[in-house]
């Protein structure tokens, strides 16, 4: 399974190489790959280092980058920490990541909400005098066409027997509140509306229980037969193909929308109506104009902080009366952007 902020760094190259062709090259560090010799000679021959967290692997591979960070600030290296997420990540992932803040010299943050989740932050929040904001873009392009898979023909005889297609996409874990939406599949299920709810992503694996928590909720709730969760989707036209069957998306967030949700942006480009919470922060898309544009074209449609169950459910069914809407979206600009912001920092 990809993970996503290493897909994201590999997107970023590209962008930033794209402004300047020859300007970066790529350093690969896993467990096999990535020997301390590797990394001396490879910050040799740079002026910056730029490294994302967090990583999927961190129990693992940890150590490595952090390695790379120190030896970049003993040879005077200029250190970019991408930093896409802090206060939703486990307390132990935190504490690994912190050498990383202390020998970063900027810290690029996607979200306002994140950087004030590390100003609070009582042992590290002095360092958010560090952070920049940059305009994050989605990972996945919408491609030309699309595959179709077995799930696929599911949700499409789903469609055909009547039922209501909810999508959710991304990996699954307890900063999305994936039970949350299975409490509204709940309540739609109860309207008579027959809800089928498609998790098109695979679970988080790491210190937490979160699958086995997400189907003992479905299982509580009575909605298990109502719940598919498909696992890692390889294929972008596969994905797009079993977003070509879903009637809307929806996220419940306790955070609200943030500038950071990479998988609201993929969601978007299939045309079909997003349901979300609002951001907590009247500020959190002011350094975002373009996900601020899809917000005030109703492409993303917010429901109030602290709105009930009910207040989705009613979202969820009105969208059965909205047409799709495809519209250009424009992926490099998205991605022209952001290489620009870390651009700027180095």
């Keep these: 399974m990809q993970c996503g902020v290493g897909h994201f760094t590999r997107l970023l190259l590209d962008a930033l190489e794209k402004l300047e062709p020859g300007s970066c090259t790529s350093l690969t560090l896993t467990r096999s790959e990535g020997t301390p010799a590797d990394i001396w000679r490879a ?5 910056s280092v730029v490294c994302n967290f967090p990583i999927v692997a961190w129990k693992r591979v940890i150590l ?22 802090w206060g939703g990540l486990h307390w132990l992932r935190r504490i690994t990541y912190i050498p990383a803040l202390l020998l970063a010299d ?14 609070d932050d009582r042992l590290v929040g002095w360092m958010q ?5 940059a305009p994050l873009p989605p990972n996945i392009e919408a491609p030309a066409g699309i595959a179709d898979s077995k799930l696929r023909q599911r949700l499409a005889v ?12 991304g990996s699954i874990y307890p900063g999305k509140q994936p039970n949350a939406l299975l409490r509204i599949g709940a309540l739609l299920k109860e309207r008579g509306l027959k809800p089928l709810i498609v998790y098109v992503g695979s679970f988080i694996r790491g210190v ?11 299982a509580e709730l009575g909605v298990i037969d109502d719940v598919v969760v498909s696992g890692y989707v390889e294929s972008d036209h596969e994905v ?3 977003f070509s069957e879903v009637h809307a998306f929806c996220y419940p967030l306790d955070e609200g929308l943030t500038a950071r949700r990479s998988s609201v942006l993929t969601c978007v480009q299939s045309g079909r109506p997003l349901i979300v ?3 907590a922060l009247e500020d959190e898309f002011d350094h975002h104009p373009r996900f601020r544009e899809l917000i005030h074209r109703g492409v993303i449609v917010l429901v109030a902080q602290g709105s009930g169950d009910e207040i989705y459910a009613d979202r969820i069914a009105s969208a059965l009366q909205w047409p799709t809407v495809q519209s250009r979206f424009d992926f490099d600009g998205w991605w022209q952007d952001v290489a620009q912001a870390v651009r700027a920092q180095l």
Aim: hydrophobic share 45%; charged share 25%; with cysteine.
């Design 277 to 279: 919470t609002g951001p």
């Design 64 to 85: 490595r980058p952090l390695l790379a960070l120190a030896i970049a600030r003993l040879r005077r290296r200029r250190v970019v920490l991408i930093q896409h997420e």
């Design 240 to 242: 797009f193909g079993l």
């Design 158 to 169: 789903a469609r055909e027997q009547g039922r209501l297609v909810i999508g959710h996409f």
């Design 208 to 218: 937490d229980t979160v699958e086995e928590s997400f189907y003992a909720r479905a």
């Design 43 to 47: 910050i040799g021959s740079a002026r």
């Design 106 to 119: 900027s810290i690029v943050m996607f979200s306002p909400l994140v950087r004030r989740e590390l100003a």
């Design 129 to 133: 005098r560090k952070c920049v904001l």
